[in-house]
C-alpha cells in the first residue's frame, strides 16, 4: 500500500507509539520505514554561511557552534541509525536520517526527495497559548503536504 513511510523522530522516548504504528502499516510488505530526525543550528549564525554578511561574529564563536553542530549531528545519526536497525531487525526495511535546518521545512523537503507516500509525526498535543506561541511541527507539515499525515501523541 505504502513504499516509504517517512517518521519524523525529535525523541526516541517519546515516539515509541509512533514507531509502533509505523512499523504495524509496514509490515513485512517491503515499505520502508525511514526515521528522520532535524537538528535545529542552536546559533542561527550556522544555518547558512551566507547569513553571517554583515554580522561580525567572532571566529572562535562561530567554531565552537559548527563543532557543537557537527557532535550533534554525529550522536543523534548514531542513535537513529541504532534505532532504524532495531526496527529492522522485526523484518521491516528501516533507514535513517539526519538533517540540519528547520524541522517543519526539512520534513516537507524530505517527502518530495525520498518520494514518501505517507509520514506519521508524533505531536506534544500543545493547546490553547502554548500551541499559538510555539506552534507545532505536525500542523506546518499537514498543512502543507498533499500526502497522508498520521498524527499521534507522545507516548
Same mark, same amino acid.
Given at each position: #500500500?505504502?513504499?516509504?513511510?517517512?517518521?519524523?523522530?525529535?525523541? /526516541? &522516548? =517519546?515516539?515509541?507509539?509512533?514507531?509502533?504504528?509505523?512499523?504495524?502499516?509496514?509490515?513485512?510488505?517491503?515499505?520502508?520505514?525511514?526515521?528522520?530526525?532535524? !537538528?535545529?543550528? &542552536?546559533?542561527?549564525? +550556522? #544555518?547558512?554561511?551566507?547569513?553571517?554578511?554583515?554580522?561580525?561574529?567572532?571566529?572562535? *564563536?562561530? &567554531?565552537?557552534?559548527?563543532?557543537?553542530?557537527? @557532535?550533534?549531528?554525529?550522536?543523534?545519526?548514531?542513535? #537513529?541509525?541504532?534505532?532504524?536497525?532495531?526496527?529492522?531487525?522485526?523484518?521491516? %526495511?528501516?533507514? =535513517?536520517?539526519?538533517?540540519?535546518?528547520?524541522? =517543519?521545512? &526539512?520534513?516537507? %523537503?524530505?517527502?518530495?526527495?525520498?518520494? +514518501?507516500?505517507? !509520514?506519521?509525526? =508524533?505531536?506534544?498535543?500543545? @493547546?490553547? *497559548? $502554548? @500551541?499559538?506561541?510555539?506552534? $507545532?511541527?505536525?500542523?506546518?507539515? #499537514? %498543512?502543507? /503536504?498533499?500526502?497522508?499525515?498520521?498524527?499521534?501523541? @507522545?507516548?
Amino acid at each position: #500500500m505504502y513504499g516509504k513511510i517517512l517518521l519524523p523522530v525529535d525523541d /526516541l &522516548e =517519546s515516539a515509541g507509539l509512533a514507531i509502533a504504528n509505523a512499523k504495524e502499516i509496514a509490515g513485512s510488505n517491503g515499505t520502508e520505514v525511514i526515521l528522520f530526525h532535524v !537538528v535545529s543550528p &542552536e546559533n542561527p549564525l +550556522v #544555518m547558512h554561511d551566507e547569513h553571517i554578511g554583515g554580522v561580525q561574529a567572532a571566529a572562535d *564563536v562561530y &567554531e565552537a557552534a559548527q563543532h557543537d553542530e557537527a @557532535r550533534n549531528v554525529s550522536e543523534q545519526s548514531e542513535t #537513529m541509525q541504532a534505532a532504524a536497525e532495531e526496527i529492522a531487525a522485526t523484518g521491516v %526495511k528501516a533507514s =535513517s536520517q539526519v538533517v540540519v535546518g528547520n524541522p =517543519s521545512a &526539512e520534513v516537507i %523537503k524530505a517527502v518530495g526527495d525520498q518520494n +514518501v507516500d505517507l !509520514v506519521i509525526i =508524533s505531536t506534544h498535543a500543545r @493547546r490553547g *497559548v $502554548s @500551541r499559538a506561541f510555539l506552534g $507545532s511541527v505536525a500542523d506546518e507539515v #499537514m %498543512k502543507e /503536504l498533499e500526502i497522508p499525515v498520521m498524527v499521534v501523541r @507522545r507516548s
